[in-house]
């Protein structure tokens, strides 16, 4: 596996403890909703490109960066 970024699998970053930190950042009690397990198999960027992800994607520049700061 590579580093992570917007374009890593939602459930890549789920098994990083420091992905799963900056998903809570930007949307706090995401890593908890029984959803995210429904869309596991979408990369962050495609999951953010949904409506009801726009206060989220937002932040994407941000977002990528530090999952990319992110040690796996």
């Known amino acids: 596996m590579g580093k992570l970024s917007l374009d890593s699998k939602i ?4 098994r990083s403890e420091e992905g799963r930190a900056v998903m ?5 009690g995401s890593t908890k909703d029984p959803r995210m397990k429904l869309v596991g198999g979408l ?4 999951l953010l490109s949904y409506p009801e992800s ?3 994607a937002a932040h994407a ?6 999952l990319q700061a992110c040690s796996r």
Do not use: N, S
């Not at 459930?11 to 789920?14: E, G, L, N, S, V």
């Not at 809570?24 to 706090?28: I, L, R, S």
């Not at 520049?61 to 530090?66: A, H, I």
């Open 43 to 46: 990369t962050y960027r495609k």
């Open 61 to 66: 520049e941000e977002l990528d960066k530090e």
């Open 11 to 14: 459930r890549d970053i789920m």
């Open 24 to 28: 809570e950042k930007y949307a706090p």
């Open 54 to 56: 726009a206060e989220v």
